[in-house]
């Protein structure tokens, strides 16, 4: 089988998106397939911003053995941040202007069976591309826009200096006239896609349930496949990583996305001052809680937090890492992982790599994730969160039964969904399902 793999990004790099495209393509190649990649150019400054957070052998394992083809060179560079940007429009033109081409110059033996195409921009170029000339399309739904689009219209006009400082200090404020129409349009498009593709995989049950609602193609849920850290060369280093920052083995949270509006992470200052409230109590337990980035913290830092070694209980501390690798050794370090995130249609990647060191995962999202509470996870309840996340955190944090056997649901949930061994045949299997059905219609 060969496939074009389309991404509307640039590749590659550290953020959740990328991962999901770059670990799908590793885990399809690795069963036989030829895959073809296809994305925006590099950034602006892509010895810097591109490999920033990746060693070297990470840098390389994203790059080795594929074509990857890009926009071209005339396109202007886009940011790396989530969200929509003045530069995409034209981006995307790009992108379907080279999708056209690649297409064209495939033929008979050379010809792509068909093309997975990651994000809604991506699918619209594919779309633009004529039936009779193309392969059937395979939409990864890597979020609903009609959920995510209106959490950008609060960090739309700051920039992420000041978004942090902002959302840490004032919260996100409330969703007006402007925000509900994004929302509507957001979803327009959602809908408009699972009508028009010929088949699609979902990350979590809200997309799987737009998709089968507004559209009749072939699909299945198929969670984002990760390497096994245990099995990966070199190993991981959780009590050293901690140490290097001031930090104890399992007496830290840690959140460890990126630091775009959409994660809500003023949710985690609201609920350090709960937690800074009852600091005086004997009875309480001292938690410290820790946000790693791959971003210089001069860049990101609010004024009143410190870096990790300087912050107190209940305080939120920040850490700057400088590889996939420290970021996993971090959170196997930690006594839980924090997601914040309270829309639902996206799959932060965070999640898997917590499941895959085995850290509970501490959410306001069970089923939608596939987590299970006091499972796998401790699931907080999103119409409450400051109060029940600081609960959640300090319960965690004093019982240590609690957190063994947490930390082994995290793990056998990991084994049991998302190992690509388990992943790649499961994505191969739908596939020709939905070949076959496209060759049936046609």
């Not at 010895?47 to 053995?65: H, L, V, W």
């Not at 202007?97 to 994000?119: C, K």
Request: overall charge positive.
């Amino acid at each position: 089988m060969r496939l074009l793999l389309v991404g509307a990004f640039p590749h590659p790099h550290h953020q959740g998106s990328q991962i999901y495209f770059q670990e799908q393509a590793i885990a399809l190649r690795d069963q036989g397939v030829d895959v073809t990649l296809l994305t925006y150019g590099p950034p602006a400054d892509p010895g810097r911003e591109r490999d920033r957070g990746r060693t070297a052998r990470e840098a390389a394992r994203a790059r080795d053995g594929f074509d990857h083809r890009t926009s071209p060179r005339w396109i202007p560079p886009v940011s790396l941040r989530s969200g929509p940007s003045w530069p995409k429009p034209l981006a995307d033109l790009g992108l379907a202007l080279t999708l056209r081409d690649a297409l064209a110059s495939s033929a008979g033996h050379d010809a792509f069976d068909a093309i997975l195409t990651h994000h809604a921009e991506a699918t619209l170029a594919a779309l633009l591309v004529r039936r009779s000339d193309r392969p059937p399309i395979v939409y990864c739904v890597h979020t609903l826009l009609g959920r995510e689009l209106p959490a950008y219209l609060n960090g739309s006009k700051v920039s992420k200096k000041r978004w942090v400082g902002r959302v840490f200090a004032d919260g996100q404020g409330s969703r007006g006239a402007l925000s509900r129409s994004l929302g509507r349009i957001g979803d327009r498009i959602d809908r408009g896609l699972a009508a028009r593709v010929d088949g699609w995989v979902a990350l979590t049950q809200s997309s799987e349930c737009v998709m089968k609602e507004a559209g009749s193609a072939p699909g299945r849920l198929i969670p984002p496949p990760l390497p096994d850290p245990a099995t990966e060369p070199g190993g991981l280093d959780p009590r050293g990583a901690a140490r290097r920052h001031g930090l104890e083995p399992d007496a830290f949270f840690l959140y460890s996305g990126n630091l775009d509006v959409y994660q809500e992470l003023d949710l985690l200052e609201a609920a350090a001052r709960r937690l800074r409230g009852t600091a005086g109590d004997p009875g309480r337990t001292r938690v410290r809680l820790i946000v790693a980035t791959h971003q210089p913290l001069a860049a990101v830092r609010p004024g009143r937090s410190g870096e990790a070694g300087n912050a107190g209980a209940g305080e939120v501390g920040f850490i700057r890492v400088e590889s996939a690798q420290e970021m996993l050794s971090l959170l196997a370090a930690a006594r839980g992982s924090l997601v914040m995130r309270r829309a639902e249609g996206g799959f932060p990647i965070k999640i898997v790599n917590s499941l895959a060191v085995g850290t509970p995962v501490l959410a306001f999202r069970g089923r939608e994730w596939g987590l299970e509470h006091e499972r796998n996870a401790l699931v907080c309840a999103p119409d409450d969160p400051a109060s029940t996340l600081a609960r959640a955190i300090e319960r965690l944090a004093r019982d240590d039964a609690l957190a063994k056997r947490l930390s082994a649901g995290a793990r056998a949930l990991y084994l049991e969904r998302h190992r690509p061994e388990v992943i790649a045949p499961a994505t191969l299997d739908h596939l020709e399902a939905v070949l076959s059905t496209s060759r049936s219609d046609r």
